[in-house]
């Protein structure tokens, strides 16, 4: 069977990670000892063993602890450098990373030491490991809108290092049309636009990311698939829904991953791609999440020839580069 094999190899656009979900237990030990931070864990092995979860809630409460130790410059460059070799290594030619800044300032670090710190990393893969990568800013949805206007005016200064904003953190509760007036900023100011929608929410937020935020791409999306309108109108529009199989199995939003609905999805048309949302909480790079889910569902050669397409068609490269990888 040559389908491993092909997964692997091909090259493949990571959509939709959290540069803070790459924080292996390792590194956040090595940080916590570096700056001096007290963590609640007495070794890597207990740290690892608290990454049991039931729902996005019970995931989140660990994933900010995480990030507690990060502190300098060079903490935001050696987290990021880390994962750019490992997407390096799965064949990843163009990632559009996530970062929280408000899990940052909110400790009381400059948004300028986050956006350096990721941005000289990207700068260092493009030259040495032959990987492009952006960043796309996202604002806490738990947190308030005036809080994201906030966020906003303090990343501005570094609009160029950049390239969109998203929305993520606990999404039941916190539909989109909270962010309506900081999305239509960003909008103007000609930031892309992604949020995450349907990962446990209903439908009625992914309308809503659509039609009042006006999102380019929808962050997970899966219960899209419960409103046969919604799945219409995603195949119309092709708007890209960058799925997550490894985190979705993780917290629970499916039983397992022979439930996943990534191939229902592809078989309506959507431009549906697979990602590895936080791949040091949910046990796997982009490769090992492509891996396991075609050996659980069954999807094929040519699942996978489409997966990578819609990657790159979903990507925010410029459309000559992108004539170049489809
Ligand atoms: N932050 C990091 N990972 C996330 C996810 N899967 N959903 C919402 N917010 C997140
Ligand atoms: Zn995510």
Redesign the pocket.
């Known amino acids: 069977d040559r389908l491993p094999a092909l997964l692997c190899a091909m090259p493949k656009a990571e959509l939709h990670m959290?540069i803070?979900?790459s924080l292996e237990p390792e590194l956040i030990f090595a940080l916590a000892q570096r700056n001096g931070v007290a963590i609640p864990y007495a070794s890597v092995d207990e740290l690892r063993q608290a990454y049991a979860f039931t729902n996005?809630q019970s995931?989140?409460d660990i994933?900010y602890a995480g990030a507690s130790v990060l502190l300098k410059e060079q903490d935001f460059y050696d987290m990021a450098w880390a994962y750019l070799e490992r997407a390096a290594a799965d064949n990843v030619v163009r990632t559009e990373m996530?970062f929280?800044p408000q899990t940052h300032t909110a400790r009381g670090v400059d948004v300028k030491v986050v956006i350096d710190g990721l941005h000289r990393a990207c700068v260092d893969a493009e030259a040495t490991l032959g990987v492009s990568a952006a960043l796309i800013l996202?604002f806490l949805r738990h947190l308030s809108e005036e809080d994201a206007f906030e966020t906003l005016e303090q990343a501005l200064p570094h609009r160029d290092k950049f390239i969109g904003v998203g929305l993520?953190?606990?999404?039941v509760g916190h539909p989109p049309e909270k962010f309506a007036k900081v999305f239509g900023r960003c909008r103007e100011l000609g930031l892309h636009l992604v949020a995450?929608a349907g990962?446990e929410g209903p439908p009625a937020y992914v309308w809503s990311a659509l039609d009042v935020l006006k999102v380019e791409r929808v962050?997970?999306g899966v219960q899209s698939a419960r409103d046969p309108a919604l799945m219409a109108r995603l195949a119309q529009d092709r708007i890209p829904l960058t799925v997550?199989p490894l985190?979705n199995l993780k917290?629970c939003v499916f039983p397992d991953l022979k439930a996943h609905n990534l191939g229902t999805l592809l078989d309506a048309g959507l431009v549906a791609t697979v990602n590895s949302?936080?791949p040091a909480y949910f046990g796997g790079y982009m490769n090992e999440n492509f891996l396991q889910t075609f050996a659980a569902t069954g999807l094929t050669a040519q699942h996978a020839w489409q997966l990578a397409a819609n990657s790159f068609e979903g990507s925010f490269i410029d459309d000559a580069a992108k004539a170049g990888y489809v």
Do not use: A, I
């Open positions: 959290h803070e979900g996005l995931f989140l994933y996530f929280d996202c993520d953190s606990s999404e995450h990962e962050d997970h997550c985190s917290l949302d936080d």
